[in-house]
């Protein structure tokens, strides 16, 4: 149609091209994948996921390549099929039935998981009574040992409970127990952008910080060094400030 607006998709491969960037090189610098970068050109969000880290792509990679990142995601909003549509409520049902599917998997796994287990105990249990029984026809009854002969049974060394990420004050630590998108802002400057995966772990310091997380639920937050626990559920979108 004449005068239609430029694909979202083309718009950032234009961006990119005109920098003469391949998308290898906007992957390295961004820290996400290439095949997201080609399939966000393609518009195939469907190989990506949820809308929700298919916006945190979009802006990372529209700021990177010089586009603004709002209304890029602006545009993808535009393009989505509303919520009651259709082509919704037909992607929402796929999805239950690919995590019924997954669902019953898992189930299996664990049960198989769970009879392997309890038949690597009882084997266990019986190997080692065995020697017992044998020690015990071999040795002399407890009441012909003299009781200066026992040795006094060793005290018990306490466990050290384990620690959070060490901060101390002034500080903010992220530690990643599932992949989630962040955009971590101190004392104004943006230190951390991108998606990361479960596992990752860093610490910031400053006087303020804004938090921003694409699945809450997978981040916990450590604030001078005190455990304040997670922002939100999995899949939530949250923003918080802090005052270090």
Do not use: C
Not at 47 to 74: C, H, M, N, Q
Not at 167 to 192: E, F, K, Y
């Amino acid at each position: 149609m004449p005068g239609a607006p430029e694909a979202l998709g083309e718009r950032l491969r234009a961006a990119r091209e005109a920098r003469g960037l391949s998308l290898s090189d906007v992957a390295d610098q961004i820290r996400i994948r290439s095949v997201y970068l080609a399939a966000i050109e393609e518009e195939s969000w469907n190989a990506i996921g949820a809308p929700v880290y298919i916006r945190g792509f979009i802006r990372t990679y529209a700021r990177f390549v010089g586009l603004d990142p709002e209304e890029a995601v602006a545009a993808f909003n535009r393009i989505q099929p509303a919520s009651g549509s259709p082509q919704a409520l037909a992607a929402r049902e796929a999805a239950r039935e690919e995590a019924g599917r997954r669902g019953s998997v898992l189930i299996w796994i664990a049960a198989t998981v769970a009879v392997l287990l309890i038949a690597f105990v009882v084997y266990n249990e019986l190997t080692m009574r065995r020697p017992q029984v044998a020690a015990s026809l071999a040795s002399p009854p407890a009441s012909a040992i003299p009781a200066s002969a026992i040795p006094a049974p060793a005290a018990a060394t306490p466990t050290p409970a384990p620690a959070g990420p060490a901060g101390g004050a002034n500080s903010i630590a992220l530690v990643l127990t599932a992949p989630s998108w962040l955009r971590v802002t101190v004392d104004g400057s943006v230190s951390m952008e991108g998606t990361f995966p479960a596992g990752t772990s860093k610490t910031f310091r400053g006087k303020s910080a804004l938090v921003r997380i694409g699945n809450a639920g997978g981040v916990e937050v450590y604030v001078d060094g005190k455990d304040v626990g997670k922002l939100g559920k999995s899949g939530d979108v949250v923003e918080h400030a802090f005052t270090l």
